[in-house]
């Protein structure tokens, strides 16, 4: 009486693609809402006047209250999309770099969107808005890292994918050459934090982003097609082969 040997199954985990749509909608619902209850009033540039600034946190601490809440709701599922993706790079033979490069740029990016949200709560607080000096420097560390930092780590996460998705074959090319220049763009917006007219970059960056990896979530296959041959006459099935690494 043989033993039969049973193979490991996979969990392929949450669709990359619509996780890709929950952060996505999360977070522009959180611009949307927040620009509502706040009349039309949009979020002061950290780049405007002391006045400007202590007073729309002031007049509308309720607007920002949420938009804190949506994005930080919204950097949860773009963790988990980093950390799923980066495996299911793994499963497609992917060895090189990409998957790791995918998965701490999600990550970070999440983590940063996270933070800056934490300020954002900060800056609805009563307290706060006492101390003008300190709303301006909260202004400042949530855009610092909600804005620049939060683009710069989005598009590492954009890159981790594109590249190997196209070195292997993973993403049309037309969709993974423009997730490169996505990429590229985002990581060019680091200047921002020294010349303003750079600024424009980051919601040009942002969004595209988000766009691409949505794309890319649901057209990113969960296996690869693998060449059968024979060996002593028997013909090897991708039961039995593994991938070959991609470098």
Excluded: C
């Excluded at 292997?168 to 590229?184: K, Q, S, V």
């Amino acid at each position: 009486m043989s033993a039969q040997r049973t193979r490991p199954q996979r969990q392929g985990g949450p669709p990359p693609g619509v996780l890709a749509v929950v952060f996505t909608v999360l977070f522009a619902g959180g611009i949307a809402v927040s620009t509502a209850l706040a009349g039309g009033a949009v979020f002061p540039s950290p780049f405007g006047s002391p006045q400007e600034i202590l007073a729309f946190f002031s007049e509308h601490h309720n607007a920002v209250q949420v938009s804190a809440l949506l994005h930080f709701a919204a950097s949860v599922p773009m963790a988990i999309y980093a950390a799923t993706v980066s495996v299911r790079l793994r499963d497609l033979g992917i060895r090189a770099p990409g998957a790791t490069i995918a998965l701490a740029g999600g990550l970070l990016a999440a983590g940063l969107l996270t933070l800056s949200a934490l300020l954002e709560w900060a800056l609805s607080r009563p307290a706060a808005l006492t101390e003008p000096a300190l709303v301006r420097v909260l202004h400042d560390l949530a855009f610092a890292t909600g804005g620049v930092a939060h683009v710069v780590f989005l598009g590492l996460l954009v890159a981790g994918v594109a590249v190997p998705g196209l070195l292997a074959g993973l993403l049309p090319r037309p969709l993974a050459f423009a997730g490169l220049a996505i990429a590229a763009v985002a990581e060019v917006s680091t200047l921002t934090l020294l010349v303003t007219e750079a600024a424009f970059l980051l919601p040009v960056a942002r969004f595209t982003a988000l766009a691409w990896l949505i794309a890319a979530g649901f057209l990113l296959p969960r296996t690869r097609a693998r060449k059968t041959g024979s060996s002593h006459g028997r013909v090897t099935t991708s039961e039995d082969r593994k991938e070959e690494p991609v470098t």
